[in-house]
């Protein structure tokens, strides 16, 4: 009975640890993702493509012009 115990308690332990092993997020990875997302984003700013800059905003993107606001994508 105390084998079994000691077997359980070893395989909770090995499970735990993976799940924090595999929890830890790739900060490099995820870096180089912003950069990228920043990056394609810029150039529909430089490119004047209206269509593509439209892609990055949420449909609740709020912008002000002065005391007017402007709601949504469109």
Do not use: H, I, Y
């Not at 000691?6 to 950069?35: H, I, N, R, Y």
């Not at 990056?39 to 993107?61: C, H, I, P, V």
């Amino acid at each position: 009975m105390l084998k079994l115990k000691q077997w359980a308690l070893a395989c909770t332990f090995l499970m735990m640890s993976l799940t924090v092993a595999a929890g830890q997020p790739d900060t490099d990875q995820l870096a180089k993702q912003v950069e990228d997302t920043e990056k394609a984003f810029a150039a529909t700013m430089a490119n004047r493509d209206f269509e593509g800059f439209k892609s990055f905003l949420s449909d609740e993107t709020v912008f002000f012009s002065g005391k007017t606001q402007l709601r949504g994508k469109q």
